[in-house]
Structures are given as C-alpha cells and as structure tokens.
C-alpha cells in the first residue's frame, strides 16, 4: 500500500500553497515481512524466544523436566544455527525428559508455520538389542484449549528405514546406535490468539546403557 501526496505551484509566485493534513486514519492491516537475512531481527527473536538455543534454557522462558540442557556439540553433533542446540536424552534410565514454553499468538492468526531442525538418535536401531521403543512428540496448545500432537516413534522411523546406523563419539568410548542425521521439520499448525503453549518430549519404555536414546534440536522458528 502506498500513500502518495503531492504539493504543486502552478505558476503564481504571490501565492504560496499548502495543505492542512489532520487526523489521518489507516485501518487497513499492514502485514510486513521480515527478511531472514536480517541479523538483527534474528538476534531479538532469539532473546525472547530462545528457538536456537544459545542461552540457557531457563533464561529464555523455557521449562525442563528430566535431562535437557543445551550443548555446543554433543559427540561429533554439532548445531544447525549458531553455536548452540538443545539436547534431551532418557540417560540413565529416565523415563521422559521434556521442555516447554508459552506463546504469544497475535490476534487473527488461525495458522502457525512452525520450523525446526531435528536429529534423533536412538539404541533401539536394529541389531542392538533392544525393542522397547522411543516416542517423540511435539504438542502446541492454543489459548482456545485445542491441542495439535504430533507424535513418532523409533519403531515408526526404523520401519520406514528413515534411521542408519552410526557410532556415537562419547568421552567415555563410542557407542553403537541409529540415527535419523539432522533433518528438518516444517508445518502449518491450527492456533488461535492469546497465551499458548509449545512442548518437545522425549519418552522412552525402558532403561538404557549410555545414552538409550537423545532427542537433538536447533533452530526453532515461526517462519516458511
């Protein structure tokens, strides 16, 4: 939308032209999109958001249940964005481990795009000797009370061999499991305005040995 005024003097040098301009009212709804490639809009975003994880967890709004820390590399990982990435693992024996945070969602948005990078690492890759199964869900719930779950598991992602088999470089030695490797996710998710909420969890059946398995995450954003 543009708003163009002009101001002419068609001649007459005795006369001086102006306009009294009062009271101007735009209720029409500008909608401006922030280029991806501005640092300084990323950098805000990260300060209240904390989506890539460079803070600690707590310091940006987030809420930890069981182990979920951030990481500057975890093994031979290593963060899709910036320096930092969050990692929640069932090591020893937890039964879940989990984050969560509340959103703001501006009035009239209806659909969310949610973005985020991901790598999945699990013991449960065949041959290794264990079968009781890892679960991975990503749950919003909007001010309304409306829930999206999104939910797979190892045994889903094994199935339809979108894991491979690797050796996780621990400081203790290396470890035998499977992984999905970085991947990203992108969805449009129903919301509606006001105060909701985005939660990452990891659950698991059983024990495991030294790591079981670890849900890696970077790059959190609400972008296409």
Same mark, same amino acid.
């Given at each position: 939308?543009? &708003?163009?005024?002009?101001?002419? %003097?068609?001649?007459? $040098?005795?006369?001086?032209?102006?306009?009294?301009?009062?009271?101007?009212?735009?209720?029409?709804?500008?909608?401006?999109?922030?280029?991806?490639?501005?640092?300084? !809009?990323?950098?805000?975003?990260?300060? *209240?958001?904390?989506?890539?994880?460079?803070?600690?967890?707590?310091d940006?709004?987030?809420?930890?249940?069981?182990?979920? !820390?951030?990481?500057?590399?975890?093994?031979?990982?290593?963060?899709?964005?910036?320096?930092?990435?969050? *990692?929640c693992?069932?090591?020893?024996?937890?039964?879940?481990?989990?984050?969560?945070?509340?959103?703001?969602?501006?009035?009239?948005v209806?659909?969310?795009?949610?973005? &985020?990078?991901?790598?999945?690492?699990? +013991?449960?890759?065949?041959?290794?000797?264990?079968?009781?199964?890892?679960?991975?869900?990503?749950?919003?719930?909007?001010? %309304?009370?409306?829930?999206?779950?999104?939910?797979? =598991?190892? +045994?889903?992602?094994?199935?339809?061999?979108?894991?491979?088999?690797?050796?996780?470089?621990?400081?203790?030695?290396?470890?035998?499991?499977? !992984?999905?490797?970085? !991947?990203?996710? =992108? $969805?449009?998710?129903p *919301? =509606?305005?006001?105060?909701?909420?985005?939660?990452?969890? &990891?659950?698991? $059946?059983?024990g495991? %040995?030294? &790591?079981?398995?670890a849900?890696? *995450?970077d %790059?959190? $954003?609400?972008?296409?």
């Open positions: 939308m543009f &708003l163009n005024f002009k101001l002419e %003097n068609k001649g007459d $040098r005795n006369k001086y032209p102006f306009f009294l301009l009062k009271n101007l009212d735009i209720s029409t709804s500008i909608k401006t999109k922030i280029s991806a490639k501005s640092k300084k !809009q990323l950098d805000v975003f990260e300060a *209240v958001f904390g989506g890539s994880f460079e803070s600690k967890l707590e940006t709004g987030w809420t930890v249940e069981g182990s979920c !820390q951030t990481y500057s590399n975890f093994g031979q990982f290593t963060p899709t964005d910036r320096d930092k990435f969050m *990692v693992m069932t090591y020893p024996d937890e039964k879940s481990a989990r984050i969560s945070r509340e959103i703001d969602i501006t009035e009239g209806t659909s969310l795009p949610l973005s &985020l990078d991901y790598n999945f690492l699990s +013991e449960e890759y065949p041959g290794n000797g264990i079968s009781d199964w890892d679960t991975i869900e990503l749950i919003i719930r909007s001010a %309304n009370g409306n829930v999206t779950r999104l939910v797979v =598991s190892s +045994e889903d992602l094994i199935e339809a061999e979108l894991m491979f088999g690797d050796m996780l470089d621990l400081p203790e030695g290396k470890l035998a499991i499977g !992984q999905t490797g970085w !991947q990203t996710f =992108s $969805r449009y998710i *919301v =509606s305005s006001g105060k909701g909420e985005i939660k990452i969890i &990891l659950s698991s $059946r059983g495991g %040995n030294k &790591l079981h398995s849900l890696l *995450v %790059n959190i $954003r609400f972008a296409d």
